[in-house]
């Protein structure tokens, strides 16, 4: 079936301890999204792809970086986690057509000990 | 700028029970798209349903339906006989599509969390 994959599904990683979170998509939709989300919150943007057009949010924190060396795969670095920086965080693709919707994969929960 | 409001920070209900989840929308765009997703213990958002801003259809899947009324700007949710395994987070959401015709990005409200006792 096609869908969004992201691995690990729970990162345990130390404080200041460098970190990546992979998503993968089978589904070969132009946009794919990073949304971190914190307990009792809703997911909150953090960064998207258009194909290679990277697109920022404006209160995303520097800490917060991302690649995608081609259509399936993406990456969320946090280069000094901090203890603020666990949550869970979601990967979300989309079709490039405006009607389409943002499909979620399973999310990686990560931990800052 | 676009805002949702889901009211209902908790739901408890018995099993078979039914449950109507509200959201309320704010936006000054006339075509947007309007979504349910389901966040499960697990963590995953699933996606139940889009509707957007000239279908005002209401729409019946299962158990689930939806009821959309641009006049009091919500698209409720209502879940019939429900059951345990409908307990979750709910998030109504918001997408605005923007003049060169590619949607912007979701506005969630802050997600009901619905408890399906036995």
């Known amino acids: 079936d096609a869908m969004v994959i992201q691995n690990p599904r729970y990162q345990v990683t130390q404080f200041g301890k460098p970190v990546t979170l992979s998503c993968s998509q089978t589904?070969?939709?132009?946009?794919m999204y990073w949304y971190q989300q914190k307990s009792s919150q809703a997911p909150k943007l953090l960064f998207h792809?258009?194909?290679?057009?990277?697109?920022n949010e404006a209160d995303t924190p520097d800490n917060f970086q991302s690649r995608r060396p081609n259509t399936s795969f993406c990456f969320l670095d946090i280069r000094s986690p901090g203890l603020g920086d666990a949550a869970m965080y979601l990967c979300?693709?989309?079709?490039?057509?405006?009607?389409?919707?943002?499909?979620f994969g399973p999310g990686t929960r990560l931990t800052v000990l | 700028a676009q805002k949702v409001t889901q009211a209902q920070t908790e739901i408890s209900v018995v099993e078979k029970e039914d449950v109507t989840l509200d959201c309320v929308y704010e936006?000054?765009?006339?075509?947007?798209?309007l979504f349910w997703y389901k966040q499960p213990p697990s963590g995953e958002l699933v996606f139940l349903i889009r509707?957007?801003?000239?279908?005002?259809q209401n729409e019946i899947s299962g158990r689930y339906s939806w009821n959309f009324q641009k006049s009091t700007s919500s698209f409720n949710f209502t879940i019939t006989a429900s059951q345990v395994v409908d307990s979750a987070v709910y998030f109504c959401?918001?997408?605005?599509?923007?003049?060169?015709?590619?949607?912007?990005?979701?506005?969630f409200g802050s997600g009901t969390q619905l408890t399906v006792l036995p």
């Open positions: 979300a693709t989309r079709s490039g057509t405006s009607t389409d919707t943002q499909y």
């Open positions: 792809y258009y194909d290679k057009d990277f697109n």
């Open positions: 959401a918001l997408s605005v599509v923007i003049s060169s015709g590619s949607a912007r990005q979701l506005t």
């Open positions: 509707r957007n801003s000239f279908d005002e």
């Open positions: 589904l070969n939709h132009n946009v």
């Open positions: 936006t000054r765009d006339t075509t947007y798209y």
